[in-house]
């Protein structure tokens, strides 16, 4: 079978030069689209479960959200472990699955199951929702938002900066390709605080219920079809929105004796921070801290990337005497990690080179052994994105570790083919290329299948590791298998060719 292979692509040499050019510019597109990150994704499919409740102290919020959120996920299909924290004020719940379950049909399951949960919590006591469809490695990009200088900028406060952050800057940023949620610390939450007065509502005859339910129904926008009027017609719209203090003091909470009572006469409204229990701070001033997560499976540099232009159109945006201030930024990390590798790929191709030529002892051969090492890494890359691998640190040492192994069917078929060629030539017979190399294909083609089955077989091993030491090991093993499937594939079609039009006769 191998040795027809042979044959067939020495008769149909230019075929197979316009095959492999082909596979060329694929394996470039395919380098080019690759996903790219610094390490391979580690963290298992997990969903995570946020429930706020504040005020509750733990004990409380572990027996009334965090047990009907647990026993609420529990049977759903493809379950490992259902792991939770429970917090003063906050429940947290991660669903863990098997690794070849499908993240978005994962995070449906939970979705729909938390429908039924939701109905089992006290009303009042919050509303469970997922976290964010990132992973460990999602935080790509942190930045500040702060006072461009301390000494002018006085006027701007904290809960400035952090209103800046969530209605602004996490809007903008939320909006760039591959970005699934931008979070927000420090600073100062504005609130608008109505503090009632207790002598007043005695005075008033009104209670704390009272007040809060007229705020809940004040606070809205009605519709109220329209009138005519001759031709026209006006649309009806009843305007309850608040927008400050003042809209708030004026709603009217109770009417007595024909008066209203306005809310301003029963409390105090004022625009405060809310309460908090930390802060961020850089350079011992405060700042509020913003960090962009990345979708699961994403191309971290292009989500960077895309996050950075919105950071230019935020900044054209800020008010003056604040700014944004880049903190940690993962293509750093991955341009440190890919260099590394890509000098380790080319340093080795170098002095496979070098040593091909020494121990050839000839230009010609040296270059057609040289040629299948490209071709090679461009057929793993492919591979790669039909794969879905990420290009890493793991992924692409296993390149740098089969750059030797790479060329040894190369090296074995020119080394005989040369080795036939000058026999000839000593025995005065007349030397066709072609016939020489057919015939050298012919006497170590199996022999060196054989070889690259069992470099390949060597690795099998680490396909059966599974969990984090599989999602971490399996990428190299992959990329060796492909590279040297590729060198297989090369020494049986285009080495041949290139050695019967490259070799001295």
Known sequence: MLNKLVEASLHYKFLVIVSFAVVAFLGWRAVVTVPIDAFPDVTPVQVNIYTEAAGLAAEDVEQLLTFPVESGMAGLPGVQEIR??????????????????????????????LQEVSKRIPEGYGTPEMGPNTSGLGQVFWYTVERADEKLDAGISDMDLRTIQDWSVRLMLRTAPGVD????????????????????????????????????????????????????QYLVRGLGLVKNEQDIGNIVVKVKDGTPVYLRHVADISRQPALRFGAVTRDGREVVLGMALARINENAKDVVDAVKEKVKVAEST??????????????????????????????????????????LGE???????????????LIAFI???????????MSLAGLAIGIGMMVDGAVVLTENAFRIMAERRKNGEQVNRTEAVLAAAREVANPIAFAILIIIVV?????????????????????????????????MTIIPVLAAMILKP
Do not use: H
Not at 89 to 108: K, N, P, T
Not at 185 to 204: A, D, H, N, S, T
Not at 220 to 229: E, L, S
């Open 84 to 113: 939770s924290v429970s917090l003063f004020g906050l429940s947290y719940v991660s669903v863990y699955f098997e690794d070849d379950m499908d993240i978005y049909f994962a995070r449906r399951l939970v979705m729909e199951r």
């Open 181 to 232: 949620d931008v979070m927000s610390w420090g600073g100062q939450q504005m609130q608008f605080q109505v503090v009632i007065e207790p002598l007043k509502l005695i005075e008033y005859g009104l209670s704390f219920r009272e007040i809060i339910e007229v705020l809940e129904r004040n606070n809205r926008q009605v519709g109220g079809q329209y009138i005519d009027q001759g031709a026209e």
């Open 318 to 359: 800020l008010p003056e005497g604040v700014a944004i201030e880049p903190i940690y930024d993962r293509t750093v990390l991955v341009d440190k990690a890919v260099n590394t590798a890509v000098s380790a790929l080319v340093e080795g191709s170098i002095l496979v080179a070098i040593i091909l030529f020494l121990f």
């Open 363 to 377: 230009l010609r051969s040296a270059l057609v052994v040289i040629a299948a090492l490209p071709l090679a890494m």
């Open 383 to 393: 591979m790669m994105g039909e794969m879905g691998l990420s290009a890493n640190l």
């Open 459 to 491: 690795f099998l091993p680490l396909f059966s590791l599974s969990g984090l030491e599989g999602k971490l090991f399996k990428p190299m093993a992959f990329n060796i298998s492909f590279a040297m499937v590729g060198s297989l594939l090369l020494t």
